[in-house]
């Protein structure tokens, strides 16, 4: 990793802006200012029972606590960040609460101007919804793989009304983060360098990704493109597509939601093999506080074997935003066949607002 004076321009760059705007955009009255806190507590318990590489039978008890906090003049406008205490690394062996540190995601202003949403900082772009909307403990899993997250540079989100319906037009230009707000605190994952390369990492905003994300009557849609600048070591630039919808159905006195979404990238994170992701999810409300939910998603990059990811889940609403899940996971990647049983324990609460 490269020392941190050599990639902080870029970052202070954005917060002198950022000091800009807020000092044109924003008649700081204290009286006006409201604080506002949202907190998820999550305690999980993977265990891989079964694997048919024995070095991957280990047990992982991690925590994962997210905080969006915000300071805002009015409805949308104002200083906003999205902090993550999480592990930061992968488990190689049984891991009980290790390798934890907490993070930056987003720090970022925003100006609500009512025809659109302005946003300067570290922030995510938009691209795709499976990653955070597919339910259970392991909906998201590979759907992860193509989230936007810790970019800087701006963005604008467009409120549209096309039909019956309500959507929004979201569009960004960013590079990766390569501040010191890349690295972690109490267990340190490094700062990102220029050098490390990956798409995007340009330290110019060389990147951008364009979505469009709404309802038609019951239906929710998603349908996104991204173009990422190839880094240091790349040979392609990455260009991507993304389309999603969402649908529910009631069933007598129950609801079941289905989730759809499928990612294509004919130049797939900076190399010239072209990406299939598919995600397919139903979850249900059963009798009382129970919910269940089931997953099937496929990741298929060309040149390697196409992975398989099924899931089953059930919920029990203990209380009001606290939620017990149990999950069976079933992954075959790498070519590995992998059986899991994972427990959650998910709680949310908040603080202040306006």
Known sequence: MGHLKNHTSPALGAIAAVAGIWGVATPLQAEGLAFSAEFSVELENDGTVDSTDKAAEINDFFATIQADVALQYGEGS????????????????????????????????????GAARIKLGKFNPSFGMAWDAAPGIYGVDFAEDYE???????????????????????????????????????????????????????????????????EAGETGYTLGLRYQERGAGDVADEKGAVLGLTQPIRLGASEMGLLGEVAWFPDYDGGTDHALYATFGASVDLQGPFGASAVYALRDVENTQADHLATLSLDYELADDMVLSAAYRYGREGGEDNHTIGLLFAYEFSIGGR
């Open 78 to 113: 104002g200083i906003f960040s999205h902090l993550v205490l999480e592990p930061i690394r992968d488990p190689v062996d049984d891991r009980f609460l290790e390798d934890h540190g907490l993070y930056a995601e987003e720090l970022y202003f925003a100006h609500d101007f």
């Open 148 to 214: 936007l997250t810790e970019r800087v540079g701006g963005g604008v989100d467009i409120p549209l009304a096309p039909g019956s319906g309500a959507a929004t037009l979201s569009l960004a230009s960013y590079f990766a983060d390569t501040s010191f707000l890349s690295d972690s605190a109490l267990a340190s994952r490094g700062n990102v360098d220029k050098a490390d390369g990956g798409v995007s990492n340009t330290q110019s905003l060389q990147s951008f990704s364009a979505q469009i994300a709404g």
